[in-house]
Structure formats: structure tokens, C-alpha cells
């Protein structure tokens, strides 16, 4: 099987193309093909003729896109646009990586695939507009959404509390979000999986359980055995400029129905520490 990634360079992107061996795997960054340029996507999709197209590119910066509107769809909805057009004109397979934040957070238990969107900012909406179209073109389409990443590949969570938790002595961390923290490692080798078993539809793809933002950030730091306070204060305490859903629990039911069953978030980041200290 050949595999294609747009988004390479990523977080996600880099993990995928650790992870997947015995398959010939094209990985691309926005230098190689940025996917808001609807010819050079098309030539590309088109000359590599891969079975699998990976969609792991995006303006991930949730706060960013708030002052950043036009880039946000730009690349998150018109981008995923392009190279799901050029994948349906390829005849080939698309896999489009998408988010917890296309919720609302109202919901009081775990979010299920097939319930309603309701983004609360222009990330979200960028995504869930992204994922409206890309199943209008392509109702075969695999979207896998997550939430929460960490990975050694660039800036993340776990990775900012340590360093702050380096410097001071006591931390502030919102406790009343809740998510599922997902570790790139475990989720690019779900979504190889996936791929493998030819999966269609909307699946959610996290590490098992969930916390708070409050909770990680104390268990990183417990199992960095660093001795900084962490504090649980109130998103209102704490404000930023892009609203985030309460609660962006992704149910792993999707998931399970799929045979696969993720290792817990506590577990995973206990693996991102050895990777880190590699
Ligand atoms: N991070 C999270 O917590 C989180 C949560 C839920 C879902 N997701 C989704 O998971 C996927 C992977 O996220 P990530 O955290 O790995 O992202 P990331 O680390 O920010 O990486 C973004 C990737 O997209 C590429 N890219 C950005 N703009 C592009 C453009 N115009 N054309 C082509 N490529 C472009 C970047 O290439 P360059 O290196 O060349 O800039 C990079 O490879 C995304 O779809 C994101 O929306 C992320």
C-alpha cells in the first residue's frame, strides 16, 4: 500500500511517519504542497496515485484562529476542500483528522460520533464545516476525530507545563474543561490500523479515560516528580481569546466497535516521558 500525508511535519504527522512501516509512506509539508493551493494539490494527489490520503494538516492554533478567521478556513475547511476534491478525482482513499472542539461541551456524557456539531469557536467551526463538505463529496470518507494532543514532536501540553513548572512554584490550571488527553504515538498507530481495516465514517480516536486541563497538569508534574503547587482555578479566572467546550469527552464506543482499544492517558504519558528523555 502506498499512504500519502499532507501535514507531515506536525505533531501527528511526525508520529505517523515514525510509526508506519511495511507500506511506502509520501510524507508532505505545507513547504512541499500547501493545501490551499487547489492546483498543486491536485497534481500532487494525482502523480504519487497513493491509496490513502492522510489529511493531518491544519491551522491547529485554536486561540490564533480567533484573530486569524480567513486563515482558519483558508486551510481547515477550503484546504480539506481541495484535497478531497483531488482525492475523489484520484479514486483514491481520504482519512481527514479532525476535532473534539466541533462540540459544544453541553453534553453532561461522552460525545458519540453521530451527535450534533455546535462549535463554539472559529476552530471548531473550521473543522466541523470542513467535515460537512469533505462527506457531501465523499460520503465513503474515514474522519477521525481527537482531542487533547501531546507528543515529543513540538509544542504541547504536558510540554509547557514543564517547562512553567521549571520556573515557578506554583501553577494555575483551569479545572472545570474537560477532555481525553491523546498521545500522538498511540493514535498514529490507531489510525494505521484503521486505514488497514479500509474504515469509513466518523470514528473518535483518544486515549482511554479523560481529566481536566487541572488533573493532567498535576500528573505531569507528579510523574515528572517535580515539587510545584498546582492550583484548579475557573476558565473565567483564565480567560483566552477562543471559547472551549466544557466538556469534549469523546466517547471510544466508535472505536471499540473497531476491535481497537486505546491504553489510558496516564499510561501514555508515562511513555511520552521516556520518549521525551530519549
Ligand atoms: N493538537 C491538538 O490538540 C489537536 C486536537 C484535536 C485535533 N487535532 C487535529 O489533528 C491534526 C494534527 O494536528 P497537529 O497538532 O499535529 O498539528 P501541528 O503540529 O500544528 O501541525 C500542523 C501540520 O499542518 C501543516 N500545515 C499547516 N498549514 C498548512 C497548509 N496551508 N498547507 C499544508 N500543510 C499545512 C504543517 O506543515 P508545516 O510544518 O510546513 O507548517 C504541519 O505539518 C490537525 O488536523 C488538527 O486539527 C489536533
Not at 466541533?102 to 473543522?127: A, C, H, I, M, Q
Not at 474522519?143 to 512553567?164: E, N, Q, V, Y
Not at 484548579?232 to 471559547?243: D, F
Amino acid at each position: 500500500m502506498r499512504a500519502m500525508i499532507f501535514g507531515a511535519t506536525g505533531l501527528l504527522g511526525q508520529a505517523l511517519m515514525c510509526e508506519w512501516s511495511g507500506d511506502e509512506v509520501i510524507g508532505l509539508s505545507s513547504r512541499d504542497v500547501d493545501i490551499r493551493d487547489k492546483q498543486k494539490v491536485s497534481e500532487k494527489v494525482q502523480s504519487v496515485r497513493a491509496e490513502w490520503i492522510v489529511l493531518a494538516a491544519a491551522y491547529a492554533d485554536v486561540d490564533g484562529c480567533e484573530s486569524n478567521r480567513e486563515r482558519a478556513f483558508a486551510v481547515n475547511r477550503d484546504g480539506a476542500v481541495n484535497v478531497a476534491e483531488a482525492v475523489k478525482a484520484a479514486g483514491a482513499k481520504l482519512l481527514f483528522i479532525s476535532s473534539d472542539y466541533v462540540f459544544d461541551g453541553t453534553k453532561t456524557s461522552p460525545y458519540e460520533t453521530d451527535d450534533t456539531r455546535n462549535p463554539l469557536g472559529v476552530y471548531g467551526r473550521s473543522k466541523a464545516e470542513a467535515e460537512i463538505h469533505l462527506q457531501e463529496l465523499l460520503p465513503d470518507c474515514f474522519i477521525a476525530r481527537t482531542s487533547w494532543l501531546f507528543g515529543t514532536g513540538g509544542k504541547c501540553f504536558p510540554d509547557t507545563i514543564l517547562k512553567l513548572a521549571a520556573t515557578r512554584p506554583t501553577l494555575d490550571v483551569v479545572n472545570d474543561q474537560r477532555g481525553c488527553p491523546t498521545y500522538s504515538v498511540d493514535l498514529a498507530r490507531a489510525i494505521i490500523e484503521l486505514c488497514r481495516k479500509d474504515t469509513k465514517g466518523i470514528v473518535h480516536v483518544t486515549n482511554a479515560g479523560n481529566c481536566t486541563w487541572f488533573e493532567f497538569a498535576r500528573e505531569i508534574v507528579r510523574q515528572a516528580g517535580l515539587t510545584t503547587e498546582v492550583r484548579p482555578v475557573t476558565t473565567q479566572q483564565m480567560p483566552r481569546p477562543a471559547q472551549r467546550p466544557a466538556n469534549s469527552v469523546l466517547s471510544p464506543t466508535s472505536l471499540e466497535r473497531l476491535g481497537i482499544t486505546l491504553p489510558g492517558w496516564q499510561d501514555a504519558l508515562a511513555r511520552y516521558f521516556r520518549e521525551r528523555a530519549v
